[in-house]
């Protein structure tokens, strides 16, 4: 009977576990495509020649700044 008592109390810290490892994937899941589109943005900005950036009207030292607006907002 206590063997029982002790595996449904597992059972209960088990799955408290596995809420908060779900909780937390779906958090970096977000975090990486928001890293995935601040990447996509520097590169496709930081290869582009100095004359296209001005014909943008973009200076070179802005493109991590914009880089961060498009991922995370701010």
């Known amino acids: 009977m206590a ?3 002790s595996n449904s109390a597992l059972d209960v810290v088990f799955e408290a576990g596995r809420t908060f490892f779900h909780q ?6 977000k975090a990486q495509a ?3 589109v601040y990447r996509a943005t520097y590169y496709e900005l ?17 493109i991590k700044k914009l880089a961060m607006e ?3 907002g701010c």
Request: no cysteine; proline share 3%; charged share 35%.
């Open 3 to 5: 063997i029982t008592r």
């Open 46 to 62: 930081s290869v582009l020649s100095d004359r296209d950036l001005i014909d943008l009207g973009i200076p070179r030292s802005s």
């Open 24 to 29: 937390n994937l779906d958090t970096m899941r």
């Open 34 to 36: 928001k890293r995935r």
């Open 70 to 72: 498009a991922a995370y």
